[in-house]
């Protein structure tokens, strides 16, 4: 059965830290390419960052250049997003998703599986 499973999120201060993870059973992360997405309230899902462990290939959106960090752990079998600096902005429900290594990208349409999502509240 092939499941993802985002956890890590929670209530932190502006300015603050928090780090996701995203853990795979039934496949093997290392064979594909690997997004975290995020969709706040009233607005659409956008595609925040992503990883290909393959080759070590990562993208971030502009808005979090400098304060996000992708990795994996394929030991663990597992994503991570190290999220600081936290702005109010970054206030949403945050979800991984897989897509096929080729598929690389932010188009949310792309990617197969998706974990059930962990909000992150960021306070003024």
């Known amino acids: 059965d092939v499941q993802l499973q985002a956890s890590g999120g929670g209530l932190v201060q502006a300015g603050g830290s928090l780090r996701l993870s995203c853990a795979a059973s039934?496949?093997?992360?290392?064979?594909?390419?690997i997004g975290w997405f995020r969709q706040a309230p009233g607005k659409e899902r956008e595609g925040v960052s992503y990883?290909?462990?393959?080759?070590?290939?990562?993208f971030y959106i502009d808005s979090v250049k400098g304060r996000f960090t992708i990795s994996s752990d394929n030991t663990k079998n597992a994503v991570y997003l190290q999220m600081n600096s936290l702005k109010p902005e970054d206030t949403a429900v945050y979800y991984c998703?897989?897509?096929?290594?080729?598929?690389?990208?932010?188009?949310?349409?792309?990617?197969?599986?998706w974990g059930q999502g962990t909000q992150v509240t960021v306070s003024s």
């Open positions: 998703a897989a897509a096929p290594p080729e598929l690389l990208g932010t188009i949310a349409t792309n990617y197969d599986y």
């Open positions: 039934g496949f093997t992360l290392a064979d594909y390419a």
């Open positions: 990883i290909r462990s393959s080759d070590g290939t990562t």
